[in-house]
């Protein structure tokens, strides 16, 4: 069955330092999505992205974060100056219809 | 978006049925209702999805009043590995749509 894969699972970084979140979204799958969730809260979207543009973002996704699609296979997320409260787990997802697909995930651990 | 509102958490023990309901008073006529199942520290997956009446399928079976306005998702003879988050959202069924997550309802499975 395919699946929705994440490099890396765990991403150790420091305060200030940009981090590059990758994800390969199923072959077929036309938008692809990143959330994020904060250790023992909810799963909270970020950004939908569909034919090489953003679609739709949340308030969440300000400033520091980017994302693209480099090749016909990668999705990436990009925080160019983590924070300490960017730590959780960041989940890529991807549709091509109306089931999200979602990855296992990157842990992502600010000090 | 329609507000949901589900139990904080569940608790059963192996071979039982377990029901979940989900109130969502505020349904819009083109809302679908899904549920998604997280595992710890694994992404969400889809479980299920219905509009109105009675939708099964391998792992569940979804209920839906006349009046769309709550929901109950149906686990027959829950086993161990059932012990998860079970999210409830309701929405508008489109590709490219951003899922909007509660805090869910955490069912405990127990021998």
């Known amino acids: 069955e395919p699946e929705v894969t994440q490099t890396p699972s765990h991403q150790v970084t420091q305060m200030g330092q940009e981090v590059i979140l990758r994800c390969v979204p199923i072959s077929n799958h036309l938008y692809f999505y990143w959330y994020r969730q904060i250790l023992g809260q909810k799963v909270e979207f970020l950004v939908s992205?569909?034919?090489?543009?953003?679609?739709?973002k949340s308030e969440i996704f300000d400033d520091q974060f980017s994302v693209e699609r480099p090749d016909g296979s990668n999705f990436t997320l990009k925080i160019r100056s983590t924070k300490l409260e960017d730590s959780a787990m960041y989940f890529c997802?991807?549709?091509?219809?109306?089931?999200?697909?979602f990855g296992p995930g990157t842990r992502l651990t600010v000090l | 978006l329609a507000k949901t509102t589900q139990p904080i958490s569940m608790d059963s023990y192996e071979g039982q049925e377990v029901n979940i309901t989900c109130s969502h008073n505020n349904i819009a006529t083109n809302d679908y209702i899904t549920w998604y199942q997280q595992f710890p520290s694994q992404g969400p997956r889809f479980i299920i999805q219905?509009?109105?009446t009675k939708v099964t399928n391998e792992v569940a079976s979804l209920f839906i009043p006349a009046d769309r306005k709550s929901s109950t998702l149906s686990l027959p003879r829950v086993s161990l590995s059932d012990t998860a988050v079970y999210y409830c959202?309701?929405?508008?069924?489109?590709?490219?749509?951003?899922?909007?997550f509660g805090k869910g309802t955490t069912l405990s499975v127990s021998s």
């Open positions: 997802a991807s549709t091509s219809y109306n089931e999200q697909f």
């Open positions: 992205f569909y034919n090489n543009e953003i679609s739709e």
């Open positions: 219905g509009y109105k």
């Open positions: 959202l309701v929405g508008y069924n489109q590709a490219g749509t951003a899922l909007i």
